[in-house]
């Protein structure tokens, strides 16, 4: 089973991320065939400031070894040194329907937000497909904002598949129920451009002050309070297991449960959770040189599993001309 998924580094990665997908790929490498990739070309899309580039991509690299990816069990590398997944991009441009990406939710948010409209924003669902079946991936973990995207990979690996003959693995969403959008602290979905993330690694200070703006329900200390749509009980559930979830619902379901408290609790909670991967990213955030030779490993393997997709690719649509 190869499982593959891309994170973008157009911003500091956050509680959305880590449990709709960076935590559920660091578990998954333990006995899958894992690969998991910083998606540069993507940011490129909205991102126009290239030191600002470099920065983000360099840390989302920290963020995510930090965390527990090893690349020892994985293939782990960053999207814009295969530059072989634009070459398949265009292939697949030529079996995807303007409609589709017509239809495109993220195109229409992003634009709506005053992304400019451009081609690669556009295309955006094709270059994404493109880093899917480029290698093989039967199972794509995403938070649910994907899953729309992942519809348009199916969609085009199938028409490619029927054109040209068989070539694609046609890959399977893979969402998580409990995580798949994660509130942020106004009860939107949490974003890295809302304004309203909790990042993973943000000072204390800054995450006092978050928790602190989250909007309370006025019920009296005495009741019970609710759960549905309660952002506070939706982000300490992110921390618990099975039966801390429970103990914590209770304490809900029962008077006396103050908001204040439990958002100081909370603050702990998530300070406390990140701190050894920390000082893990502190010590890899000034390794550089030890970071990069990583990163150079993770493309080259890329690169090997990316030539056989790319070629039989190449191959089924007519471009080598001396075969
Ligand atoms: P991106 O960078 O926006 O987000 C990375 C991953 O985090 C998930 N996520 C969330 N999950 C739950 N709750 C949230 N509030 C939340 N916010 C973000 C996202 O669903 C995603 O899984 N287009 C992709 C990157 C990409 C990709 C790929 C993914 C490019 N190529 C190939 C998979 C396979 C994106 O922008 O994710």
Known sequence: MRILSG????????LGNYFGMMKRMVDYQEHSELFCFIVNYHALTSVFDSDFLRRQTYGAVCDFLALGLDP?????WV????PEVTELTWLLS????????ERSHSYKDKTAKGIPASHGLFAYPVLMAADILLYGADKVPVGKDQKQHLEIARDIAIRFNNTYGDTFVVPEPDIEEDFATVPGVDGQ???????NAIEIFADEKSIREKIMRIKTDSTPVDQPKPLKDNILYDLYSLFLDERDRAALKERFLNPGLRYGDLKKELVGVIWEYFTPYRNERQRLERDRQYVIDIMREGARKARQAAAVYLDRARHNVGL???Y
């Open 7 to 14: 994170i973008q580094p157009s911003g500091s990665l956050h």
């Open 72 to 76: 020892e069990k994985s293939v782990f």
């Open 79 to 82: 999207q814009g040194d295969v």
């Open 94 to 101: 030529n079996v995807t329907g303007m409609g589709i990406l």
């Open 189 to 195: 979905k949490m974003s890295k451009s809302y304004g």
């Open 320 to 322: 080598d001309y001396w």
